[in-house]
């Protein structure tokens, strides 16, 4: 059972998010993590739960490959969007909205940073992972080169006492909610569009993730299965 009572202050708040986002850039990374999430997933077919599912990509792709999909999101506009394109989707706000049911995958991509507890928000989503799920989550790399001198924080992120968010600031929330990582895949700081670069920047990254890393993305899994 899902119960939905996001707050108003919270869903205007990331309504405005996607309303002042430049599309074409966003949805290439979109995209981009989207493929590198098909990547990292072992399985084919199943219950997947997309949290966060922004403009309704990512549930798409999936659905289209057999996925039985559900959306969730704390913004009515993405929801909108995402059941635009004939998927379910809900509002529901991770941190104080209470749902159930049981995933095969749990796809949660660049949304956890938002949260002001995301190894508790991690730990709820865990408990709706089926006994051999798995979650795909990706998490920013904020202290990479470029962000050093650059530091501005969006109005979501400053809505919040938040840590800045690097590779062993991942890992030590995964392993708070009593996860474990199976697979790690860093994406580079270089734009999708910049073909031959972002081919370069992906092997780059590899061997500097937290300073060429504008994100990491990570397949994990319950500590039982282990």
């Known amino acids: 059972m899902i119960t939905e009572h996001a707050s108003d202050a919270r869903q205007k708040l990331f309504d405005r998010y996607w309303q002042t986002r430049e599309y074409v850039s966003a949805d290439a990374r979109t ?11 072992h399985h ?7 949290v966060g599912c922004g403009r309704g990509y990512t549930a798409r792709h999936f659905a289209d490959r057999g996925f039985t999909v559900l959306g969730l999101d704390v913004s009515p506009l993405s929801v909108k969007w995402t059941q635009e394109q004939g998927i379910d989707a809900r509002v529901i ?3 104080n909205d209470d749902f ?53 924080q969006t ?58 890393a504008l994100s990491v993305m990570y397949r994990l899994v319950q500590e039982h299965k282990l």
Not at 44 to 50: I, Q, R
Not at 117 to 138: H, R
Not at 174 to 193: C, N, Q, W, Y
């Open 31 to 41: 995209s981009q993590r989207t493929a590198y999430c098909a990547r990292l997933m």
């Open 44 to 50: 084919t077919h199943g219950g997947l739960l997309d």
């Open 93 to 95: 706000d991770l941190e």
């Open 100 to 152: 159930a049911g049981s995933f095969t995958v749990i796809v949660c991509l660049e949304t956890l940073q938002y949260m002001k507890d995301p190894a508790a928000a991690l730990n709820k989503l865990k408990k709706t992972m089926s006994a051999d799920g798995e979650m795909i989550i990706s998490l920013p790399c904020e202290d990479h080169v470029a962000r050093r001198f650059t530091r501005r």
């Open 155 to 212: 109005a979501q992120e400053s809505a919040y006492a938040r840590t800045t968010f690097t590779p062993a600031i991942h890992r030590r929330v995964i392993a708070e909610a009593g996860l474990i990582i199976t697979d790690t895949l860093p994406i580079s700081l270089v734009p999708p569009r910049r073909r031959l670069m972002g081919a370069l920047g992906q092997l780059a990254v590899r061997l500097w993730p937290g300073g060429l």
